[in-house]
């Protein structure tokens, strides 16, 4: 199974909106929308964010917001903020009947 | 209060085996699918291994199929991987989660590392 694919980093200012991509093929991202989006902090367990695309989970700021155009997922974080710097994986189901992570998008806001 | 913890990792020589645990509280996992997933050091996360809620399908990476086992044990609330044949690529901390919905992983534990190195 290949990995989706993410960009390695992403960064913004405090307040800006920056958007972490996922791209996959018409045999994951593109036939399904079974997409989610993680965050994982240092040393921690990783935290859903978004779920079936565009779903925040329980909790989630709305800050937060899930798309999904052909073959690619899209996270968008508005207003950026401090807290927000990690890392963020996105996540497929497949033809195959499993999943599929990308490789992960580290955050760093300046 | 949900709960998910692991246990059984540890040093082990290529080519060893390990069985990791996850005790879960707070729900049945008779209930759910539930997923084991790793990330080496440093690395991003892997999807490993699911079971379904009849506890009668699984489906496994392809880096791992023919090595680890997925199974469960309802009377414990427990999930378990069997780890055999290791390699070092294994080495890295290895979550079990409840999967909700199907990429939809709403409860982790802490993970536990399992190190292969000779």
């Known amino acids: 199974q290949s990995a989706l694919t993410q960009p390695a980093s992403v960064s913004g200012s405090p307040g800006q909106s920056i958007t972490i991509s996922c791209t996959g093929t018409?045999?994951?991202?593109?036939?399904?929308?079974?997409v989610s989006w993680y965050q994982q902090h240092p040393g921690k367990a990783p935290k859903l964010m978004i779920s079936?695309?565009?779903y925040r989970h329980s909790g989630v700021s709305n800050r937060f917001s899930g798309s999904k155009s052909d073959n690619t997922a899209s996270l968008t974080i508005s207003g950026l903020q401090a807290e927000d710097e990690a890392d963020y994986y996105c996540?497929?189901?497949?033809?195959?009947?499993?999943?599929?992570f990308g490789g992960g998008t580290k955050v760093t806001v300046l | 209060q949900v709960h998910l913890a692991e246990s059984g990792g540890g040093l082990v020589k290529p080519g060893g085996s390990l069985t990791l645990s996850c005790e879960v509280s707070?729900?049945?996992?008779?209930?759910?699918?539930m997923s084991w997933i790793r990330q080496a050091p440093g690395k991003g996360l892997q999807w490993v291994s699911y079971?379904?809620?009849?506890?009668?399908?699984?489906y496994y990476s392809d880096s791992v199929e023919g090595r680890f086992i997925i199974s469960r044990d309802n009377a414990k609330n427990s999930l378990y991987l069997q780890v055999k044949n290791l390699r070092p690529e294994d080495s890295g901390v290895y979550y079990c989660?409840?999967?909700?919905?199907?990429?939809?992983?709403?409860?982790w534990g802490h993970g536990t590392l399992v190190t292969v190195t000779s």
């Open positions: 079971i379904s809620i009849t506890g009668l399908t699984m």
């Open positions: 018409s045999s994951d991202i593109g036939a399904y929308n079974f």
């Open positions: 989660a409840r999967q909700f919905r199907l990429t939809t992983f709403d409860y």
């Open positions: 996540i497929s189901y497949t033809s195959r009947n499993d999943v599929v």
């Open positions: 707070g729900f049945n996992v008779r209930d759910y699918y």
């Open positions: 079936d695309v565009s």
